[in-house]
């Protein structure tokens, strides 16, 4: 069964950082592309950052120059360097992995609190 577990959201000032995790069991991790999405409260789920397999990045133009996505495949990790923090990224902020040929089924972590004050 596969498996994602965040960790690393919290509360921090505006201007601040954080660095958000994500380890991925039962999957060939090193096959699937991984997402970052993020929801505020009464707002639509959306895509911030990815990550290819052969570490390929995009970014949503609301976060280019102050977030950054990598992976380590051998720890079956993923994070999310969040910088430069501003009141508008304050949402739950999910990971996620993309299906593979292998396996098509996406599958999505429970998620972990960001918030920003100002």
């Known amino acids: 069964q596969v498996q994602l577990v965040e960790s690393g959201g919290g509360l921090v000032q505006a201007g601040g950082s954080l660095r958000l995790s994500c380890t991925v069991s039962g999957s060939i991790f090193k096959l699937n592309t991984m997402n970052w999405y993020r929801q505020a409260p009464g707002k639509e789920r959306e895509l911030v950052a990815r990550?290819?397999?052969?570490?390929?990045?995009n970014y949503a133009d609301s976060v280019k120059g102050r977030f950054t996505i990598s992976r380590d495949n051998a720890k079956n990790t993923v994070w999310l360097q969040v910088d430069s923090l501003k009141p508008e990224d304050t949402a739950v902020y999910y990971c996620n992995a993309a299906g593979t040929l292998l396996d098509p089924r996406a599958y999505w972590g429970q998620g972990t609190q960001v918030t920003v004050s100002s």
């Open positions: 990550i290819l397999s052969g570490g390929m990045t």
